[in-house]
């Protein structure tokens, strides 16, 4: 689970400000908005924008529900490092690591006391305690390795992006962050939690940039934090 730091410049007002308003923004207009900060959406009409996010919203609680009954940290094996989840660019709480039968979930500490004090600094404590953060961070990443698959061919088909057309031939594109999207809502809705994980990351996202305001590099990765 990565937040990125945007490439925008940020909203005037305080930092407690854009924390109030991250916190009136809908579960679409967050998801929308994500979307928007990546290099390759940033010409797109806002209605498609939210078009894609609603459909990954949808994507990702549908994929909960199928899953049924109480949620339970996922296979594989989960450690915990200390640091390396906080850098001036980016917030990893947790990345999973391919390595064949030795494969884990590697969840960073430093990242968690990050969001917990911006969780404490935008008054949403009680929605995000440490546990319930590291729970959504972990529901994150089996979301993603379940759209690994024939799931990540079915969000494909169902938000239906035209990437190329050549005469009556069309081949169907991958919206780029349109399965962290769907990560978010699977999280959101298998942890069962009160304010969306979409808003703790806009909030830390518009912490990072608060602390740096011009970040090294420019773009922005909202990739899952699964390597290989």
Same mark, same amino acid.
């Given at each position: ?11 005037? &007002? ?8 991250? /916190? ?9 908005? !994500? ?6 959406? &940033? ?7 939210? &078009? ?44 999973? !690591? ?41 529901? =994150?990443?089996?979301? =993603?390795?379940?759209? =690994? ?24 594109? =991958?919206?780029?962050? /349109? ?50």
């Amino acid at each position: 689970m990565n937040t990125p730091t945007p490439p925008t410049p940020p909203h005037r &007002g305080s930092l407690r400000e854009r924390y109030a308003r991250i /916190a009136d923004q809908s579960e679409e207009e967050l998801a929308a908005d !994500l979307l928007s900060l990546t290099p390759t959406h &940033g010409g797109r009409d806002r209605e498609q924008l939210r &078009g894609w996010a609603a459909t990954a919203l949808e994507f990702g609680r549908a994929m909960a529900d199928s899953r049924g009954g109480t949620w339970a940290p996922p296979e594989p094996r989960i450690t915990e490092r200390e640091r390396g989840g906080v850098s001036s660019r980016e917030v990893l709480l947790a990345e999973y !690591l391919h390595r064949g039968a030795r494969s884990q979930v590697v969840v960073y500490t430093d990242a968690l006391t990050f969001a917990q004090r911006v969780a404490r600094a935008a008054g949403w404590s009680e929605d995000y305690t440490r546990d319930t953060v590291r729970q959504a961070a972990l529901a =994150h990443e089996e979301a =993603h390795r379940m759209l =690994h698959g024939e799931l990540g061919r079915e969000l494909r088909r169902r938000i239906d992006h035209t990437a190329l057309r050549f005469g009556p031939l069309r081949l169907r594109g =991958h919206v780029v962050g /349109a399965d962290e999207i769907t990560a978010h809502a699977y999280a959101h809705r298998r942890c069962s939690l009160r304010r969306s994980p979409l808003a703790l990351t806009a909030a830390i996202a518009a912490a990072l940039t608060h602390r740096s305001p011009h970040p090294p590099g420019s773009g922005s990765r909202t990739t899952p934090g699964d390597r290989p």
